[in-house]
């Protein structure tokens, strides 16, 4: 059993083919540009190629389009440390308004550095900040030398009274002092006895005050 015979469109190499992505050669990336040199997968006749060329920031997903006829381009006005990705596809152009496009690279993505003239302002105010730091702590090591005693007293505690005579002055009635010197006067004293003996010598004994003292010319004399 076969199927009947049908007849299909005539094959045209330029139409039916499928293009392939074309190659990245370099990217130059720039502050505020990246200049990509891109090409084809296969020789063309010039001027039958364009590069659809679509690039977007990758924190946003706002995508931005151009199309060129050069393998060499640039993309521009840029922001500076900022991380850019780019895709591109060609597009074969058969007759005036006949475009085949062909397969899309996978996306690359660069970053901005920073320019030269945000460098030296950035370095400019780091110096800057850095010196008014420096002279903030001299001035306040200066400060503190020069008046550390008056720091020294105001960082001192404040005298206190002690609270006997802290109640004493609120009320001086009371008997604060003189149970004080009563308690002076009705401590405890201890006696002192110097016996001293001699032969063929006097002895005697003289009491003064409650202590009993005994005196001689010469001998032997015991403390007690």
Request: charged share 20%; hydrophobic share 35%; glycine share 4%.
């Amino acid at each position: 059993m076969t199927s009947d015979w049908v007849e299909s469109d005539p094959f045209v190499a330029e139409r039916d083919t499928t293009i392939g992505p074309p190659k990245v050669n370099s990217v130059t990336v720039s502050s505020d540009s990246l200049l990509i040199s891109v090409s084809p997968p296969f020789e063309f006749e010039e001027g039958t190629l364009q590069y659809h060329v679509s690039y977007w920031e990758n924190a946003t997903t706002t995508t931005k389009e151009m199309l060129v006829n050069n393998a060499l381009f640039k993309i521009e006005n840029l922001k500076q440390m900022t991380l850019y990705c780019f895709t591109i596809e060609i597009e074969l152009k058969m007759h005036l308004y006949d475009r085949i496009p062909g397969l899309q690279r996978i996306p690359e993505c660069y970053r901005t550095p920073m320019s030269e003239t945000t460098r030296a302002a950035y370095i400019i105010t780091t110096f800057t900040l850095v010196g008014l730091v420096l002279i903030l702590i001299i001035i306040g090591l200066f400060c503190l030398w020069r008046h550390h005693k008056t720091i020294k007293y105001l960082c001192q505690p404040p005298l206190k009274i002690p609270s006997h005579i802290e109640e004493y002055l609120r009320d001086p009635g009371m008997p604060h002092l003189e149970a004080l010197e009563n308690y002076h006067e009705e401590a405890p004293h201890d006696s002192l006895s110097v016996l001293c003996f001699e032969e063929g010598s006097e002895a005697y004994d003289d009491t003064l005050d409650g202590n009993t003292r005994s005196h001689s010319s010469s001998g032997d004399c015991e403390v007690t």
